[in-house]
Nanobody
Framework: QVQLVESGGGLVQPGESLRLSCAAS????????MSWYRQAPGKERELVAS????????NYGDSVKGRFTISRDNAKNTVYLQMNRLKPEDTAVYYC??????????WGQGTQVTVSS
């Protein structure tokens, strides 16, 4: 079965960095688009970054452009999110998503990121 397991979240101070990882299993990782989303309390889930299966094309939410970097290692079936210059407004639960159309849309359990002094 498809599994997405996020790790790397935690509590950091503003300006610090974190790297999230999402280990995937149960499907052909390289064939699917991988994304990171986040959801803060009282807010809707939003796209943070995505990396396409073909060509490795990346896309970022406006609020994280220039600070966050998504990457994928198809040999390790893992997608990463490097988050630099973190801000308090980056505080949220971060979710990994694997997408291949309406019939293939899976989510991890999420990892908490808290940015606070």
């Amino acid at each position: 079965q498809v599994q997405l397991v996020e790790s790397g979240g935690g509590l950091v101070q503003p300006g610090e960095s974190l790297r999230l990882s999402c280990a995937a299993s149960g499907f052909t990782f390289s064939s699917y688009d991988m994304s990171w989303y986040r959801q803060a309390p009282g807010k809707e889930r939003e796209l943070v970054a995505s990396a396409s299966s073909i060509g490795g094309r990346t896309n970022y939410g406006d609020s994280v452009k220039g600070r966050f970097t998504i990457s994928r290692d198809n040999a390790k079936n893992t997608v990463y999110l490097q988050m630099n210059r973190l801000k308090p407004e980056d505080t949220a639960v971060y979710y990994c998503n694997a997408w291949g159309g309406a019939i293939f849309d899976y989510w991890g359990q999420g990892t908490q990121v808290t940015v606070s002094s």
